[in-house]
Nanobody, 126 residues
Framework: QVQLVESGGGLVQAGDSLRLSCAASGLAFSRYSMGWFRQAPGKEREFVAAFNWRNSQTYIADSVKGRFTFSRDKDKSSVYLQMNSLKSEDTAVYYC???????????????????WGQGTQVTVSS
């Protein structure tokens, strides 16, 4: 079955950087869209970044554009989220997601994704 395992979260100061990793297994990685979402306490799960395998395009949420970078390594079946200039409002649990059937218009909609990791906590202190 599909497994997504995130790592790299932690407690950092505002302005610091973190790199999250997500290792995927049990799927044909090249034919899956991969994404990152985050969820802060009391809030809905929010789109952060994603790669759409159908058009090979990467999408980034406006709230993190210019600070976060999405990348993927096909050889390692892994995706990464490089987070720079972190702010207190970036504090959340970050989740890796995967889907082979996602359509572009649903990319930013969490319920449209098929598979989820367990999440990794990112806490940014100001």
């Amino acid at each position: 079955q599909v497994q997504l395992v995130e790592s790299g979260g932690g407690l950092v100061q505002a302005g610091d950087s973190l790199r999250l990793s997500c290792a995927a297994s049990g799927l044909a990685f090249s034919r899956y869209s991969m994404g990152w979402f985050r969820q802060a306490p009391g809030k809905e799960r929010e789109f952060v970044a994603a790669f759409n395998w159908r058009n090979s395009q990467t999408y980034i949420a406006d709230s993190v554009k210019g600070r976060f970078t999405f990348s993927r390594d096909k050889d390692k079946s892994s995706v990464y989220l490089q987070m720079n200039s972190l702010k207190s409002e970036d504090t959340a649990v970050y989740y890796c997601a995967a889907s082979s059937t996602l359509i572009l218009s649903s990319l930013r909609n969490a319920p449209s994704w098929s598979h989820w990791g367990q999440g990794t906590q990112v806490t940014v202190s100001s």
